[in-house]
């Protein structure tokens, strides 16, 4: 499976895989705290990764590329423009992701190296996102 298919695939596995609300007001205390931190977790990583994507976008789009740009070829004017109309968020947001997603970029250039066979470092998405702020 490529990447590509992989990514199309993404929203539908995630909504399978949660829970109907219908199903939350059933669970118990000690379950809805899992949930609730779980899903925190999970939409950590996912902000942190797709902050990282939309600095990508915003690289890509520079107005010195002209028409190569990503977003020209797009038919916007900037990277923050086509994060906006890929996401459906609002341009503040979607400046705020580039932000964030250059800092990510940043903080994983000058993180060490994680050790082979060491699982997730500090230069991950995930235990860059994990570090907090907004």
Do not use: F, N, W, Y
């Amino acid at each position: 499976m490529s990447i590509d298919e992989c990514l199309c695939e993404l929203p539908g596995l995630l909504a399978g895989m949660l829970p109907h609300a219908s199903d939350i007001g059933r669970l118990g205390d000690a379950e809805l705290t899992e949930l609730v931190r779980a899903l925190g977790q999970a939409g950590s990583a996912l902000q942190g990764c797709a902050a990282v994507a939309a600095a990508e976008v915003e690289t890509r789009s520079r107005r010195e590329l002209g028409s190569e740009s990503l977003a020209r070829k797009a038919g916007v004017k900037s990277g923050a423009e086509l994060v906006q109309k890929l996401t459906g968020s609002s341009l503040g947001d979607a400046k705020k992701a580039v932000r964030v997603g250059v800092m990510l970029e940043t903080a994983a250039e000058i993180a060490p190296e994680p050790e082979a066979g060491a699982g997730p470092g500090p230069r991950s998405i995930e235990a860059l996102a994990a570090l907090g702020g907004s």
